[in-house]
């Protein structure tokens, strides 16, 4: 193993380590000096792999996005299947790690890190996941009467809802799912071709949503 | 002037101060002593007009709502009026009083007060608020290809989402308001008949919004 492998090895070991700590107590009661003490390191070896909490926190939100992008590079064509996909896969990220993405959510909208206003943050980011692709209007699927930037915010604005509501406890990932393709199917429809209409309907009328 | 009226009166002074602690140092640093205090009273006093502190802070959330139930009793039958009668009253109040506004919402979300699980709760009356109006179905304005509930559960979810970007402080009262109408005229459309459909088109066209 050359010394590159190894640090990064390390890295991994101890971002789990945070994420578990994290989970456990909430972002503010997570500090820098429990996370050495757990990993078995120095705090200066902390600082050195990661740097501050902020941006330990910062890397965390990231690694989510990632996740999200990776998963949105080859995603199903129709735009129904493709929210399903879409929403499947948030699913399927938060029951792996529950506890920590509560945490870390909570605890992040606290601290601004969710802020709109930052520009090319994370919101930013997380928003461009929700675009409507190309295809759709080219296919005459979505018929280009609403702008693509506002089918864009308000399907982000759907599942930012949704997360924030789950977020709150208020509702399960079950919820979650059928609450974020709810919202996601309304805003299709707004700008939805009549065959496209006429299955969206069909859709959101069979789920059952808060 | 009667013992009856001059109670009313003195709650709705201690009411008003109440307002003006919580406003300032939010609601979990809210306390009944020191209410008791600011309005040169006893403790057992505010316990006897009030109740608990949960209490107060009920009461303050309902009159809002009753507030908001008061401005809905004689709105504009056009669903576009409509919607922009319900956001420009929202505002207003929220203009009148905002940083007692924030401070409330962003504690009440914390102690759960929103809680959609609870029945007949704020949540549920909140929601009744953002209902279609029987007179849009029979007018043929709105199809009916959606359940009715589902549109109202998404019209107050646009509405909530406003407010938590704006309890967070991403957005001024006019995003909010902008971003609101734009909520509700897309949840519209989804169900519009052609006429109203342009006619939402035009209006979500011409916002602007986060």
């Known amino acids: 193993v050359t ?6 090895l390390r890295r991994e070991r101890i971002f789990n380590i945070a994420k578990r700590l ?14 050495a003490y757990e990993a078995g390191v120095t705090t200066p ?8 909490k902020s941006d330990i926190i910062k890397e965390l939100v990231s690694n989510l996005i ?9 995603p199903p064509i129709d735009p129904i299947e493709n929210a399903k996909f879409f929403i499947d896969n948030v699913v399927a ?4 790690e529950g506890d920590f993405y509560r945490a870390a959510f909570m605890s992040a909208e606290r601290v601004r890190l969710f802020d709109p206003r930052v520009p090319d943050g994370i919101f930013q980011r997380a928003q461009q996941l929700a675009a ?14 609403i702008e693509p930037s506002t ?6 604005n759907s599942y930012r809802l949704g997360r924030i509501d789950w977020v709150s406890g208020y509702i399960d990932l079950n919820q979650l799912r059928h609450q974020v393709l709810e919202g996601m199917f ?3 429809a707004s700008d939805a071709s009549p065959e496209l209409h006429a299955r969206l309907i069909e859709e959101i009328n069979g789920l059952i949503s808060l």
């Open 66 to 74: 990632e996740k999200m992008q990776g998963i949105a590079l080859n």
């Open 186 to 188: 309304l805003v299709y």
């Open 22 to 35: 994290i989970a456990a107590k909430g972002l503010e009661d997570f500090t820098i000096s429990e996370l």
């Open 132 to 145: 409507p692709r190309k295809e759709w209007y080219e296919s005459g699927l979505f018929l280009g009467n």
């Open 3 to 8: 010394r590159q492998a190894n640090k990064k």
């Open 151 to 156: 089918m864009m915010k308000r399907v982000h």
């Open 45 to 52: 070896t902390i600082h050195n792999l990661f740097g501050k």
């Open 93 to 96: 990220v938060f029951e792996q």
